[in-house]
């Protein structure tokens, strides 16, 4: 089947290993050690495709950054030292990162040269996504009691802000639009914002409410994450605590359907045909097949490892 031709990167964090996974059968191909004193906060393929990077928290609020070789298939540490990755991201052309702390702080990575500069910090806010282009830097803000997005040039200038509907959870960005799922708070429900990518003097979103028939009475169905197709007309939201996948088209700002998927997921990636999706999950540390098409689950990944909530698709 055409759909299983494809390999993927898992983290075992049981084994502390990166997994380099065949797609059609399962079969593990190589086994990239790194320390059991560091914890991979994300996995961030380069756009050539023939590296990741993975960042990891240290001890007493340190990080380190490793580069998984794809041709050779070793792992190797960046010799610098950074703050705990909280939240990371690559530009297009690879050679910068920007990272945020736990604090808040915002800083950026350059991996060639090996330096890191602090951009800024905001007051009384945690990063919940960071993506970067070649231009601006994009991030998603919770607060006290709601959130905020909030777009930065590469030198930490901000170039536009907006508060949340409610409070986000997450980013994505496509060619056109920036996704923001968010969860309710006292006077707000659940949804998906979704911004011009322009940036232009309006930056009012269009606001898709989320009232999933699979929630169970009295729990928020708490949308985690977006994931757009390949198309950029159809986004697929997860709603983490009702165990579902809202399905938008972003072309008339609609929601088309539901996916129950009887078992919580928190993150979904699709497949190269998009005919299928392997999710993560952050409460069973497994793998689920996803057939996008009937809207059902296929399989879910029987093993002894402790898989963490991110992937990369090759």
Same mark, same amino acid.
């Given at each position: 089947?055409?759909?299983?031709?494809?390999?993927?990167?898992?983290?075992?964090?049981? +084994?502390?290993?990166?997994?380099?996974?065949?797609?059609?059968? #399962?079969?593990?191909?190589?086994?990239?050690?790194?320390?059991?004193?560091?914890?991979?906060? +994300?996995?961030?393929?380069? $756009?050539?495709?023939?590296?990741?990077?993975? $960042? +990891?928290?240290? @001890?007493? #609020?340190?990080?380190?950054?490793?580069?998984?070789?794809?041709?050779?298939?070793?792992?190797?540490?960046?010799?610098?030292?950074?703050?705990?990755?909280?939240?990371?991201?690559?530009?297009? /052309?690879?050679?910068?990162?920007?990272?945020?702390?736990?604090?808040?702080?915002?800083?950026?990575?350059?991996?060639?040269?090996? @330096?890191?500069?602090?951009?800024?910090? $905001?007051?009384?806010?945690? /990063?919940?996504?960071?993506?970067?282009?070649?231009?601006?830097?994009?991030?998603?803000?919770?607060?006290?009691?709601?959130?905020?997005?909030?777009?930065?040039?590469?030198?930490?200038?901000? *170039?536009?802000?907006?508060?949340?509907? #409610?409070?986000?959870?997450?980013?994505?960005?496509?060619?056109?639009? *920036?996704?923001?799922?968010?969860?309710?708070?006292?006077?707000?429900?659940?949804?998906?914002?979704?911004?011009?990518?322009?940036?232009?003097?309006?930056?009012?979103?269009?606001?898709?409410?989320?009232? /999933?028939?699979?929630?169970?009475?009295?729990?928020?169905?708490?949308? !985690?994450?977006?994931?757009? +197709?390949?198309?950029? !007309?159809?986004?697929?939201?997860?709603?983490?605590?009702?165990?579902?996948?809202?399905?938008?088209?972003?072309? @008339?700002?609609?929601?088309?359907?539901?996916?129950?998927?009887?078992?919580?997921?928190?993150?979904?990636?699709?497949?190269?045909?998009?005919?299928?999706?392997?999710?993560?999950?952050?409460?069973?540390?497994?793998?689920?097949?996803?057939?996008?098409?009937?809207?059902?689950?296929?399989?879910?990944?029987?093993?002894?490892?402790?898989?963490?909530?991110?992937?990369?698709?090759?």
């Amino acid at each position: 089947m055409d759909w299983a031709k494809y390999k993927m990167l898992a983290v075992d964090a049981a +084994a502390h290993t990166l997994l380099l996974i065949d797609g059609e059968n #399962g079969e593990i191909l190589s086994e990239m050690s790194y320390p059991d004193t560091c914890v991979p906060t +994300a996995l961030v393929l380069a $756009p050539e495709a023939n590296k990741a990077f993975l $960042p +990891a928290a240290g @001890t007493n #609020g340190s990080g380190s950054l490793f580069i998984a070789n794809l041709t050779n298939f070793t792992l190797y540490r960046l010799p610098m030292e950074i703050p705990h990755p909280s939240q990371f991201a690559i530009t297009p /052309c690879g050679t910068k990162a920007y990272l945020v702390d736990p604090g808040g702080t915002l800083y950026q990575v350059n991996t060639t040269e090996m @330096t890191l500069t602090m951009l800024g910090q $905001p007051e009384n806010a945690a /990063c919940v996504g960071i993506l970067a282009d070649d231009k601006f830097i994009y991030t998603a803000w919770e607060h006290k009691n709601g959130g905020s997005i909030a777009t930065f040039d590469c030198n930490g200038q901000l *170039i536009s802000e907006y508060s949340m509907p #409610g409070i986000p959870t997450n980013i994505t960005i496509n060619k056109e639009r *920036i996704l923001i799922p968010f969860t309710a708070t006292s006077f707000t429900g659940e949804g998906l914002a979704v911004f011009d990518k322009s940036l232009g003097d309006d930056l009012t979103p269009t606001v898709i409410t989320i009232q /999933c028939p699979m929630r169970t009475t009295g729990l928020k169905a708490y949308p !985690c994450s977006v994931t757009v +197709a390949p198309d950029d !007309c159809t986004a697929y939201v997860i709603n983490e605590d009702s165990g579902s996948i809202t399905i938008i088209d972003l072309s @008339t700002s609609s929601i088309t359907g539901h996916i129950a998927l009887g078992r919580s997921i928190s993150n979904l990636y699709i497949l190269p045909d998009s005919r299928f999706a392997i999710a993560t999950s952050n409460m069973f540390a497994d793998l689920t097949l996803i057939d996008l098409v009937n809207e059902r689950v296929l399989s879910v990944a029987a093993s002894n490892q402790e898989i963490l909530n991110y992937l990369a698709i090759l």
